[in-house]
């Protein structure tokens, strides 16, 4: 599940954390800490002071303050109790450009672990991990990789859905019979059916369509299966391609 409370952004894994509607019944947009019959429980809270409160929580879960506080002012703005009137409809109006199925995926490259919350501090590795991929020539060890022009950037072996660590992996597709090279690794991505996403080759488009992505799941336009997700890289004038598997 995606879900996680429009307000705050704390996961809503059970029911039990859904706050309630007028008619006291459960709502799945907000959790009980936030929402309740209808109301906010401060409606004459900030942003900034909903980060202040949420911070200290984040910081006895392992992060320091000072990088769940940056964290939160990049994640917050994304919810619905903070989006503007004209963001909100924009973002009613997304949507996927084609659904699509594909077969198994074969890919060799770098991978490692972590996570969406890690990826928000001073501790990311994805963009290091990019650096090396380029840098170490990881394509030209990658037996038969002639023949595959794309890049995939993937997230695979989640943990916990959008809320915990999975893997990144970096590689291309290789020969059938392909091996892995010293200090390259081996991913199988199954077969799928995907939403397919797009968006330029700039960083910050990739990161805009994957925060529009994470709204489009958390409001249940399609249930994502988490059998491994992926971006397609070309050339550089080219379109990046954002699969996400779904049922």
Not at 33 to 53: D, N, S
Request: net charge negative.
């Amino acid at each position: 599940m995606d879900k996680a409370c429009q307000s705050c952004g704390m996961p809503l894994e059970h029911e039990e954390q859904y706050g309630t509607d007028a008619q006291q019944a459960k709502t799945d947009e907000y959790c009980k800490y936030c929402y309740k019959e209808g109301a906010f429980v401060q409606p004459q809270l900030t942003m900034e002071e909903m980060i202040q409160q949420c911070a200290p929580i984040l910081a006895e879960q392992g992060m320091q303050k000072e990088e769940a506080v940056a964290m939160m002012r990049s994640y917050l703005p994304n919810l619905k109790r903070w989006r503007s009137q004209e963001s909100t409809e924009r973002e009613e109006d997304f949507k996927p450009i084609r659904e699509e199925s594909r077969g198994e995926i074969r890919l060799i490259g770098l991978a490692a672990r972590t996570s969406n919350r890690n990826e928000q501090t001073s501790q990311a590795i994805i963009p290091g991990m990019w650096e090396r991929f380029w840098s170490e020539d990881v394509p030209g060890r990658i037996s038969g990789h002639e023949e595959h022009r794309s890049v995939y950037g993937c997230y695979t072996n989640y943990e916990n859905g959008v809320f915990g660590d999975y893997t990144f992996f970096i590689g291309k597709e290789a020969a059938v019979d392909g091996e892995a090279s010293d200090g390259l690794e081996q991913l199988v991505i199954p077969a799928a059916r995907y939403a397919v996403f797009q968006a330029t080759s700039e960083p910050s488009s990739v990161f805009r369509v994957w925060q529009a992505i994470w709204n489009w799941a958390a409001t249940g336009q399609a249930e994502r299966t988490y059998t491994g997700d992926f971006e397609v890289y070309g050339s550089p004038d080219e379109p990046v391609l954002i699969y996400i598997a779904i049922k």
